[in-house]
């Protein structure tokens, strides 16, 4: 059975990812878990220590799943980091974390903000290191980001998956 701390960190990070940082609140979450308020403040003092966790915890699997930089080499590597953002499209059909909370990042706490350009700067960092130029890692991450964000809204996964064919096809 997975433990108390655990169950707040994904209810956490699917609320923030359907509905942004702001929009979460201890009390709902408390309530989609069936357990008082205080339990969640016993594992985070502070919904800014919350965010924090789920952004680092999210970070650490987008990293693992990725895998060492520089391991991998173009096509190779830009084919595997396209397949994260279609496979959590698909899978969850979710927008990215980061992402969502990207859009807020002037209105979040220092210490969730941080985070969320952290995992920008370690993606584009992975991108380079497998041999692309700055440029083309920002677009690449740019891209997937946008066409994740436009295939959520209009319910279309389909727009993901041909700019990624597209993006793959440019740097095979």
């Not at 220092?110 to 700067?121: I, K």
Request: net charge neutral; with cysteine; proline share 2%.
């Amino acid at each position: 059975m997975m433990d108390t701390k655990e169950q707040i960190l994904d209810h956490a990070e699917r609320a923030m990812r359907l509905r942004g940082y702001h929009a979460v609140s201890f009390r709902d979450l408390a309530d989609e878990l069936g357990i008082k308020s205080a339990s969640i403040h016993y594992h985070f003092r502070h919904k800014h220590d919350l965010g924090a966790a789920v952004v680092e915890r999210y970070s650490g699997k987008v990293a693992a799943t990725l895998g060492s930089q520089g391991a991998l080499k173009r096509p190779k590597a830009v084919a595997k980091f396209c397949d994260v953002y279609v496979t959590a499209l698909k899978g969850q059909g979710l927008q990215c974390l980061c992402s969502m909370l990207s859009a807020e990042s002037r209105g979040l706490p220092e210490s969730v903000a941080t985070p969320v350009a952290g995992f920008f700067q370690s993606n584009l960092s992975w991108l380079q290191a497998s041999g692309l130029s700055e440029q083309q890692a920002l677009q690449i991450q740019a891209t997937l980001q946008g066409a994740m964000s436009m295939a959520v809204a209009l319910n279309q996964t389909d727009i993901l998956e041909s700019l990624v064919q597209e993006i793959k096809t440019t740097y095979a």
